[in-house]
């Protein structure tokens, strides 16, 4: 179980670092949209490019934040439950999301190989843009990945104790 851990947090922490990459991209591209077109022309297809590094950004950040709980909880009924009420119910939603965002990456991945099949361009710069497709697949595998590892941790801590 230790390695498994491991191995999710070096992933997660990989993708992460993209993520920021992906974050530092975007603002430059929007940042030099806002000068030219104050001084010359703006950035021809920022919008798209724009679009394309927020939807990297945020799916190769969605396991690392899993990893680190920086999700909001919402607690007002759970408060009140029993700790091992509790850990039944995060099981049970840890699963239920696992499944979910593990048929969201399939599908994602699918729809890529799609776009990339039949040659499918952006509308405004007429770039290839599955590969973008394929990191918001990654992300969502990643987070899959992350909700299953919580899911055994809660099994594993459960028999310990």
């Not at 297809?45 to 950040?61: M, P």
């Not at 190989?113 to 843009?129: F, N, P, Q």
Request: with cysteine; hydrophobic share 55%; proline share 1%.
């Amino acid at each position: 179980m230790g390695y498994l851990i491991k191995f999710n947090l070096y992933l997660n922490r990989f993708l992460a670092f993209w993520s920021g990459v992906a974050i530092l991209a975007l603002t430059a591209i929007a940042a030099g949209n806002m000068l030219f077109r104050v001084v010359y022309v703006p950035i021809n297809g920022s919008y798209e490019l724009i679009g394309f590094f927020g939807a990297v950004a945020t799916g190769l950040a969605l396991g690392f934040a899993q990893i680190r709980k920086d999700h909001i909880i919402v607690t007002i009924f759970t408060d009140r439950f029993s700790k091992r009420t509790n850990k039944i119910l995060d099981g049970f939603n840890y699963f239920i999301n696992m499944i979910f965002f593990a048929l969201v990456s399939w599908e994602t991945l699918k729809w890529g190989m799609k776009i990339a099949r039949i040659g499918e361009l952006s509308e405004t710069l007429k770039i290839v843009y599955h590969p973008f497709v394929y990191c918001l697949a990654l992300g969502f595998a990643a987070l899959s990945l992350t909700l299953l590892i919580d899911l055994l941790t809660i099994f594993y801590k459960g028999a310990a104790e």
